[in-house]
């Protein structure tokens, strides 16, 4: 086992966990915080790989720029809609819904890559589903306003697009963590500048600006390269069991410094949803014996 890879990535879901607490203290709308981000880490990691040296033996593989441009798609919308979700919804209420992804990549892997879908993968899809209803609260499915109003459209978007994300850059090898992130924050200042208000970044306080540079470089730049750089060295059980680090801490974070406090339903329905995703993501004694056997 890769324990500096566990290590890293770790440390780069425990920061990310943190980062509904900086979003809602940057007191800018979700389009133009990601606009921001992606600006920031596109600087933050030019000028690393610049100094590392890393740009003058990067392999470049054409395929693989254009599938990290799509990903670079996916990761940007998945940051805007969750993003818009923590506009609407409480921090952890918003990641619960968010980490539904490995149930996304699950039905992604079953319709494009034919992968099998077992009874495993059906209660876990079912547990989740009615997870999100007790999470959300039966009450915002009553009309669709109610329903868009809840913040629950844009989380469970951000959801799909953070699975489409991982399922698109799950073959990516060539490409160094750099040039990946780079690729992909380019992509989101190509695609979010047209769309941009600059007037909101006026009257801001020093503290706004420090929050909003913060989710740039840290939750961004520096998060993705260590997310990205330690992915390709660990087996896909380690990376679903640590990618929990995440809720964890948002979790916490919202409870403790925010004062959060779930309703009983809520409560159920995150422990739901986290179930049914621990059920995608420990195989079975005899499973993990079979795939154990076929690796030696």
């Given amino acids: 086992m890769n324990v500096s890879?566990?290590?890293?990535?770790?440390?780069?879901?425990a920061i990310f966990g943190?980062?509904?607490?900086?979003?809602?203290?940057?007191?800018?709308?979700?389009?133009?915080?990601?606009?921001?981000?992606?600006?920031?880490?596109?600087?933050f990691l030019g000028l690393m790989w610049y100094f590392t040296g890393g740009h003058k033996t990067e392999a470049w593989n054409k395929k693989e720029v254009l599938q990290t441009l799509l990903c670079g798609v996916f990761l940007v919308l998945n940051w805007v809609f969750l993003f818009k979700a923590f506009e609407e919804m409480a921090i952890s209420i918003t990641i619960s819904i968010y980490?539904?992804?490995?149930?996304?990549?699950?039905?992604?892997?079953?319709?494009?890559?034919?992968?099998?879908?077992?009874?495993?993968?059906?209660?876990?899809?079912?547990?989740?589903?009615?997870?999100?209803?007790?999470?959300?609260?039966?009450?915002?499915?009553?009309?669709?306003?109610?329903?868009?109003d809840s913040g629950f459209v844009w989380a469970l978007l951000s959801a799909i697009c953070y699975a489409l994300t991982m399922f698109t850059s799950k073959t990516l090898h060539s490409l160094s963590p750099y040039a990946t992130t780079f690729l992909q924050t380019i992509v989101g200042i190509l695609m979010l500048l047209p769309l941009?208000?600059?007037?909101?970044?006026?009257?801001?306080?020093?503290?706004?600006w420090l929050y909003i540079i913060g989710t740039g470089v840290i939750h961004t730049g520096f998060v993705y390269y260590l997310f990205f750089d330690s992915i390709r060295n660990l087996p896909t059980i380690v990376v679903s069991v640590l990618t929990f680090v995440d809720p964890v801490v948002a979790i916490l974070l919202d409870t403790i410094l925010l004062d959060f406090s779930p309703s009983i339903f809520q409560s159920i329905g995150i422990l739901l949803v986290f179930g049914g995703i621990i059920l995608t993501i420990v195989k079975p004694k005899k499973e993990a014996k079979e795939l154990s056997e076929k690796s030696f």
């Fill in 5 to 13: 890879a566990m290590i890293k990535l770790t440390v780069s879901m």
């Fill in 196 to 208: 941009c208000n600059f007037s909101v970044f006026q009257g801001l306080t020093t503290t706004n």
């Fill in 99 to 148: 980490n539904l992804a490995p149930i996304f990549v699950l039905i992604l892997g079953t319709l494009f890559l034919k992968e099998r879908l077992t009874i495993r993968g059906v209660m876990a899809i079912a547990i989740c589903f009615i997870g999100s209803i007790f999470i959300v609260g039966i009450e915002n499915f009553q009309s669709i306003d109610q329903f868009i």
């Fill in 18 to 43: 943190s980062i509904g607490f900086f979003t809602i203290n940057t007191g800018i709308p979700a389009l133009e915080l990601v606009f921001v981000r992606c600006i920031c880490a596109t600087l």
